[in-house]
Nanobody, 123 residues
Framework: QVQLVESGGGSVQAGGSRRLSCAAS????????IAWFRQVPGKEREEVAS???????TYAEAVKGRFAISQDNAKSGLYLQMNSLKPEDTATYYC?????????????????WGRGTQVTVSA
């Protein structure tokens, strides 16, 4: 059973940085896609960044050049470095995984989810 636990959320002023972490365990598949999503109340959950098994990284247009997704060598930790934060980045951020490729960024394709961590960016 794959388990994902996020940490690192909190409050930050606009222009600041925050690093989110996701502790992952229980992987048995060699093929996977891991990603960060975010959601604000009343809006759909949206993919922020994804990392495929072959190393392919994809970012949403809204965060390109500001956010960076990475994984540790043991593949047990996923990270999201967020720089130049804006108030519109305020959301609950989720770590997610699926045992197929990252071609689809639809949240319904992801089988495993963390419980989320709140990031609040003040102006």
């Amino acid at each position: 059973q794959v388990q994902l636990v996020e940490s690192g959320g909190g409050s930050v002023q606009a222009g600041g940085s925050r690093r989110l972490s996701c502790a992952a365990s229980g992987y048995t598949s060699r093929r996977y896609c891991i990603a960060w999503f975010r959601q604000v109340p009343g809006k759909e959950r949206e993919e922020v960044a994804s990392l495929d098994t072959d190393g392919t990284i994809t970012y949403a247009e809204a965060v390109k050049g500001r956010f960076a997704i990475s994984q540790d060598n043991a593949k047990s930790g996923l990270y999201l470095q967020m720089n130049s934060l804006k108030p519109e980045d305020t959301a609950t951020y989720y770590c997610a995984a699926k045992t197929i490729d990252c071609l689809s960024n639809s949240p319904i394709d992801f089988a495993y989810w963390g419980r989320g961590t709140q990031v609040t960016v003040s102006a």
